[in-house]
């Protein structure tokens, strides 16, 4: 059960006993005006799944490339289960390598009869975008594109994304494909995702298989005598053109372009253990979607911190205890086993208050715990509410962290059978006294 009761209200601990619940100290206050060029976007606290900002975020669109981001997990979950390896190897089929030999679908000319490894296939996709590549891994998993795209549909269910479809591994639309479309698609569909989907596949990814960061964060790779030059602008590049797109932290993760999709992008930075996850979908240029990115990044680093908004042990002031039958002790303490951290929007400290949900089956009638009663037991929940003015929640439901248990802080033994015959006498003849006074009060 919950119930909100402010702090400075009278007589809580009667409230408190008849209701289960209280809540204390919540304050309002605004939210800032902030925006990025982009159909949609969103910003997410890596660790938490929260969501900092949101833009049209649930809005289907063309994902283009970002589709890759859940061949890269299929991958890494393969090679996890020992399907594949790093180093097992595959040939090039027909259809992997005509779409390879297209410059105008990021093609880079794979050969054929010849053998590359995971690796090798995994990099390409990866730093470049190839889309031969990214078919031929698919093809060695499931043993057709079709097939695999089942198993994107399947993960993405999974994994909750709230808006997807896909029809294919590589994020060009089925009419690119030409007649090699993926068998049991529609050959005019095209790959969807919303922001936040992109972004909670993205949660996934980075901390299923954090070494997927180790590929996408490099400059450079090597395919057959050839440096494949990575496609994400905001690495640490010097000396070149992409130099004034570069943010400190930045290590991943994809980027993508169709007609359709114009330019997105997914990205992910650290800086002093905190990692943020971005999405931006629609913007208008190649460089646009890099400067958006980062205003989302600079946003969240310097505006957001990670918090201890309630300690391990807390109890509210003055009500940090529960009547006890049946005990050698009448009362007994009570606290969060836990603390509570939380990343906030700094200067929002005093929007967030606390709600104390009392398990009702701990509980008799008159609402005392009944002893026997060991350090530790759980007595109900404490979630942390948010007063403030805007709440986007969490790319995954729910960030674990907004709920603790509140436990009791000691034991208290069951009264012996003399001293609990002795209570029941009393309250019997209290009961029968009570009756007569109350009569009595009646003639008069």
Known sequence: MKHKIKASCLNIFILFIATFGFVIGPIQASAATFDVEAESAILVDAESGKI?????????????????????????????????SWDTTTQISDYAYSISANNISSGIGLIQDKDYTVSELYEAMAIISDNGTTIALAELIAGSEGEFVKMMNDKAEEMGLPDYQFVNSTGLSNEDLGENYPEGTDPNADNLMSAKSAA????????????????????????????????????????????????????????????????CFTGTAERDGRRLITVVMKTESMGKRFEETKKLMEYGFTNFSTQQLYPAGFQ??????LPVAKGKED???????????????????????????????????DGELIAPIEEGD??????????????????????????????????????????????SIGEFFGNIFSTITDTVKSWF
């Open 52 to 84: 900092l900002f949101a833009k049209h975020a649930d809005m289907k669109l063309p994902p283009a490339s970002m589709t890759k981001m859940m061949t890269e997990y299929l991958v890494l979950e393969a090679i996890e289960q020992g399907d594949i």
């Open 200 to 263: 909670l596949l993205a949660y996934h990814l980075v901390n299923d298989y954090p070494e997927a960061l180790d590929i996408s964060s490099k400059l450079t790779s090597e395919l057959d005598g050839r440096t494949l030059q990575n496609l994400n602008w905001m690495l640490p590049w010097e000396n070149n053109n992409f130099a004034q797109y570069g943010y400190d932290g930045v290590d991943g993760l994809k980027t993508g372009w169709t007609t359709e999709a114009e330019y």
């Open 316 to 321: 509210l002031e003055g009500e940090s205890t």
């Open 331 to 365: 009362t007994i303490e009570i606290a969060t086993n836990e603390a509570i951290s939380m990343t906030i929007k700094n200067g929002e400290e005093e929007n967030y208050s606390v709600l104390y949900n009392l398990e009702e089956d701990n509980f008799n009638e």
């Open 378 to 423: 759980k007595v109900g929940t404490m979630e942390l509410v948010y007063d403030g003015d805007t709440n986007y929640g969490y790319i995954n439901g729910s960030g674990g962290t907004d709920t603790v248990d509140v436990v009791t802080t000691s034991s208290i033994e069951k009264a012996n059978w003399f001293v609990l015959t002795i209570s």
